[in-house]
């Protein structure tokens, strides 16, 4: 069974490669061996191939940065959607596609479930990942059997992510200030990866094609960046001290290419087993996996 994972490179992707390989053969693909956004190389690429699964987590995921280059990441994260879902329905083959909590417009403390129809994500990332959504609608899942995973606050091992970035400025300097009225959920690449493979060979009855949730296990009304932030010093037992401040506090002086956050990105899982609790992932990610 063929098995394409696009976004091999990324963080996720390298996850992905890592725990699908132990049992499965697998085709690891970034951008040089296909770019997403190349109808013509996906055609040509899975006419070779003839994928049983594609797996995508190739995205354009530069929150900040997809506010000035939006058309660079509608294309990756909406129009190129689009294209490898119209091949997979050529070549029978089922989609795998991730998507954020970001589609969200973040105003609902009590989070959103997998049956939710996002609507008014506040950034130009969370538009562009809402384009993708759509795309698929579209095609709908008569046509195309897709499973749509939403996730988010996600780190893990070669990436940019939030617990490198804490534990770099923590060696840095004596005190931080992180943001204390951002909800949401942190997800582990690995767990995410195990989640996958778990829809994907589970069977079709159990898991049916549509959209999945995964975060790792996390209080419902989800907690903040700086709750993260204090439990990441405490694992890593690094003195620093947490102050707590504002999302508006943070992003002063407001720069051009700042993308506003949602106050609240909690994702609620109603179909799929629960993940490990956050701290416990967390300490396995700083025992053994983290970057720095
Ligand atoms: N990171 C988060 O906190 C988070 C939260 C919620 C959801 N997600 C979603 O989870 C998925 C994985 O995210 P991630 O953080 O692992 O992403 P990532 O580390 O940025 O990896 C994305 C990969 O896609 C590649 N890529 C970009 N454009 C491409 C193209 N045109 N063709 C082929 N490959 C291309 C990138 O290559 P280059 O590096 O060369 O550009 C990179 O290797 C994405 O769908 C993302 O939206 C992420």
Redesign the pocket.
């Known amino acids: 069974m063929a098995i394409i994972i696009?976004?091999?490179?990324?963080?996720?992707?390298r996850a992905l490669v890592d725990v699908f390989s132990r049992d499965h053969d697998v085709l690891a693909?970034?951008?040089e061996e296909?770019?997403?956004?190349?109808a013509d190389a996906i055609y040509s690429r899975f006419h070779e191939m003839r994928p049983r699964f594609v797996i995508?987590?190739?995205?354009?995921?530069?929150v900040d940065g997809a506010e000035v280059n939006t058309r660079a990441a509608n294309?990756?994260?909406g129009t190129?959607v689009g294209l490898l879902a119209e091949a997979c329905i050529e070549w029978g083959s089922t989609l795998v596609?991730?998507?954020?909590?970001?589609v969200f417009d973040g105003e609902n403390p009590k989070g959103y479930d997998e049956d939710w129809m996002p609507t008014n994500p506040v950034n130009a990332?969370g538009r562009s990942?809402l384009l993708g959504e759509q795309a698929l609608w579209r095609i709908g899942l008569e046509r195309l059997p897709f499973y749509l995973i939403?996730?988010?606050?996600?780190?893990?091992p070669?990436?940019?992510?939030?617990v490198d970035t804490m534990l770099k400025l923590g060696r840095e300097q004596k005190e931080i200030r992180v943001v204390n009225d951002q909800h949401g959920k942190p997800?582990y690449?690995y767990d995410l990866a195990h989640a996958t493979l778990e829809i994907v060979s589970g069977d079709e009855e159990k898991y049916e094609p549509g959209v999945y949730h995964v975060t790792n296990e996390t209080p419902s009304e989800g907690i903040t960046w700086y709750d993260f932030a204090f439990e990441i010093f405490r694992l890593a037992r690094l003195p620093v001290r947490v102050a707590p401040i504002s999302s508006e506090e943070f992003s002063r002086p407001a720069g051009p290419a700042r993308a506003k956050r949602p106050r609240y990105s909690i994702l609620t899982n109603t179909k799929l087993f629960r993940r490990r609790p956050w701290e416990e992932a967390l300490q396995e990610y700083l025992e053994t996996g983290s970057g720095n």
Not at 34 to 38: G, M, P, Q, R
Request: a negative charge; proline letters at 0%.
């Open positions: 696009l976004g091999a490179k990324g963080m996720l992707g693909w970034d951008q296909l770019d997403i956004t190349d995508n987590a190739a995205a354009f995921t530069d294309l990756v994260n190129a596609h991730y998507s954020t909590d970001y990332y990942k939403r996730t988010s606050w996600l780190y893990g070669h990436g940019k992510n939030f997800t690449t």
